[in-house]
């Protein structure tokens, strides 16, 4: 037997008020069974910032629900305050910076479809060609709103892409 979704409020402003100012991270996580979007309340603690980098997939919604900063993508920077809606098509490089209060926001794109498993290349032996050798483009991209940086432990976001501790408390961050 099938559960369908039910629609209702899932979160307030003052859910996300209720949470210490210096606590960044994800503060909330779409986790309905069967939906087809993916949505995140993130609060970056007054004077951080969510490094550069760009989401090769998925459009991504953004809107400010507390707080302010700036928001900088390759056209420069721009004002962002409470109630302002930001659209970042994909493969756009964008970087969020926290005003005094912080900034707390909700992100929202469609649902990332699962791993598939996929056939090994019909031949092992390479064919001749005058074209040089070309390395095979990584799959997938960076992870929509940035949840492989958020410390299991105490939800700071890591500036670096690559990084494999929280440089807060030292946990191990997701692969």
């Not at 994800?26 to 069974?33: C, G, Q």
């Not at 989401?55 to 420069?76: F, H, K, P, W, Y």
């Not at 699962?114 to 991209?141: C, F, Q």
Request: net charge neutral; proline share 7%; hydrophobic share 40%.
């Amino acid at each position: 037997m099938t559960v369908s979704p039910r629609a209702g409020v899932l979160a307030g402003l003052a859910d996300v008020r209720a949470v210490p100012a210096d606590r960044g991270g994800a503060l909330w996580r779409l986790s309905e069974a069967g939906r087809q979007l993916d949505a995140n309340i993130i609060r970056v603690p007054p004077g951080d910032r969510v490094a550069r980098h760009a989401e090769a997939d998925l459009d991504v919604l953004l809107c400010v629900l507390d707080g302010s900063g700036e928001l900088e993508t390759d056209a420069g920077r721009q004002r962002l305050e409470a109630g302002s809606l930001a659209w970042l098509p994909r493969g756009s490089h964008r970087a969020l910076f926290a005003g005094a209060d912080g900034l707390a926001y909700v992100t929202a794109h469609t649902r990332r479809p699962g791993l598939a498993i996929r056939n090994a290349s019909a031949s092992p032996v390479a064919a001749v060609s005058a074209e040089p050798e070309r390395k095979p483009e990584p799959e997938g991209g960076e992870a929509a709103c940035l949840l492989n940086r958020i410390c299991p432990a105490c939800d700071r976001p890591a500036e670096a892409i690559d990084a494999r501790y929280c440089t807060r408390c030292g946990s191990s961050l997701a692969p």
